[in-house]
């Protein structure tokens, strides 16, 4: 059975576009002619199909037409995804590169930046150069009648544990990096395995806290890498101690799109330190500081993929400032609970993508989102009371029969905006927040996209909302998700997104 599949995947770098291409013999071409070049917008082909086929229909009566499209359809595919690359279109992953370049012998990537370009890129993007982070603002009226202060023994152990206040800036300016002797030691041998971690979501204004983020080398944490942890924690909502280092990947390396997002290189992650010592410290800082309830934006996504790499941690509490967010969207406008749509809202100045300002960022939304009273809204499933993750979505919950006031907005916006989705195919698993599951195929079509109901390699998307346990299994994988893993892993061109992505591709 041949495994190769028949489309491929472009982006437009400029507008992030994605295209999905056939490639191979057009059988369309051959039985409709010019008809598939009109559909893609082909302009130059269709006009030498159709007037071919006009010249030849009536001497040869069809039969030259029929030849002359049997010719076109060996070489229109081919040509089209020449006119695409000529265009400025580039493969959006691997397989589809790997396609190009091994079937068509085709140049791409032709804007691939120099080593020293790559460099400068980094600098300029990195937001610890010479500069030091911004303190945070942590001037915020509040009344602060019945707060808990931290007690005399925790505000000693933190001391202890951190050489002075006027130290910290010093600190978190920039990841702790080891020796070169630390990039040639071999990573994997010390591997550790999935570890059990007992997660508590207990809603209460925090003021002693630590807030944590990662970056990672993709969405999965099976298949992708830590690649820098970040931390701080904070006691009366100062920052008083930073945990800040980069990690060295097992398995994969760091992608143009990650590096653009992060300003992380395979070069800084060399020094790094590796997954266990990482994992190692980060278990010694939550720790010796008294085990602190711990915030984040999408927490979730950092607690799988940290359970998932094997930290050794018992049990934490944690708080959301994304579901924190959702209850908010309504009353302070926003257009989505992007973290960085946050920090544009609350006038915050510090950069993004890079895990340690997105601490720090995370942190003053935290204050600003707890301030004014908003609170996760407590979801639960029929069968267990106690809120679970998985890598890809946020909490179990029942069934969604009617969509959100959100969801409703985006359903109705979808039916008058451009069709935009190129007859992308989309299939769904689990449970989404803000969408029915009919509503969201309503919202798929209204945009020019296609819903399977079934996982197939014809699907270019795989939704990924909320699974549960007691139905699909301890590791949350449901059967879409097996067989879309599966035609990955054979080099088929499918992407597997939470629903904040897919909210957003709607958009």
Not at 35 to 56: G, K, N
Not at 205 to 228: A, K
Not at 390 to 402: A, D, E, L
């Amino acid at each position: 059975m041949n495994d190769t599949p028949m489309f491929i995947n472009l982006e437009n770098k400029n507008n992030g576009k994605i295209k999905q291409v056939k490639i191979g013999y057009s059988w369309t071409t051959l039985f409709f002619g010019p008809i598939p070049a009109l559909i893609q917008s082909f302009w130059t082909w269709f006009w030498i199909v159709l007037v071919t086929d006009i010249v030849l229909f009536y001497p040869t009566i069809i039969l030259g037409t029929i030849i002359a499209n049997a010719i076109f359809a060996a070489y229109i595919n081919k040509k089209h995804v020449i006119y695409l690359l000529n265009k400025g279109w580039q493969p959006s992953d691997k397989n589809s590169e790997n396609i190009i370049k091994n079937s068509y012998s085709l140049p791409i990537r032709k804007n691939i930046k120099t080593k020293e370009q790559k460099n400068k890129q980094h600098d300029d993007f990195n937001p610890n150069k010479e500069n030091p982070p911004e303190k945070i603002d942590s001037n915020i009226n509040r009344n602060k009648e019945g707060i808990v202060k931290p007690s005399e023994n925790e505000i000693k152990d933190i001391k202890l544990n951190s050489s002075s206040q006027k130290s910290i800036q010093q600190e978190e300016t920039k990841p702790n990096n080891h020796s070169s002797d630390q990039s040639e030691k071999n990573i994997n041998e010390i591997k550790r395995s999935p570890s059990n971690v007992k997660i508590h979501r207990r809603w209460k204004p925090y003021y002693n806290y630590m807030v944590l983020d990662i970056e990672t080398t993709g969405l999965n944490p099976v298949d992708n890498d830590i690649i820098q942890i970040s931390a701080i924690r904070y006691i009366d909502d100062k920052p008083v101690k930073t945990f800040n280092h980069y990690v060295q990947p097992q398995n994969d390396e760091i992608s143009p799109k990650i590096y653009s997002l992060t300003g992380i290189s395979n070069d800084d992650v060399k020094s790094g330190l590796s997954l266990n010592d990482a994992l190692t410290e980060l278990e010694v800082f939550y720790n010796s500081n008294m085990k602190p309830a711990i915030i984040g934006h999408n927490i979730d996504f950092d607690i799988t993929f940290l359970t998932q790499k094997g930290v050794n941690i018992s049990e934490i509490t944690i708080e959301d400032t994304l579901l924190m967010a959702k209850q908010a969207q309504k009353d302070l406008s926003l257009p989505n609970n992007k973290l960085e749509t946050l920090k544009d809202y609350f006038g915050i100045k510090n950069g993004s993508h890079n895990s340690l300002n997105d601490v720090k960022t995370t942190a003053i939304v935290y204050q600003k989102l707890r301030d004014k009273g908003y609170k996760p809204k407590k979801i639960t499933t029929k069968k267990s009371s106690e809120n679970k993750s998985n890598p890809y979505g946020y909490y179990m919950r029942s069934k969604v029969t009617k969509s959100s006031a959100i969801g409703q907005a985006i359903l109705e916006k979808s039916n008058k905006s451009a069709k935009k989705l190129n007859d992308l195919n989309f299939a769904i698993t689990g449970n989404l927040f803000e969408l029915s599951r009919d509503d969201a195929k309503k919202a798929i079509e209204n945009k020019g996209g296609i819903f399977k109901s079934g996982m197939s390699s014809k699907v270019n998307y795989l939704v990924v909302g909320v699974e549960d346990k007691n139905v699909v299994g301890e590791d949350g994988k449901s059967t879409k998700m097996r067989k879309a893993e599966e035609l990955i892993a054979k080099g088929y061109p499918i992407k597997m997104i939470n629903e904040d992505q897919f909210l957003e591709l709607l958009k």
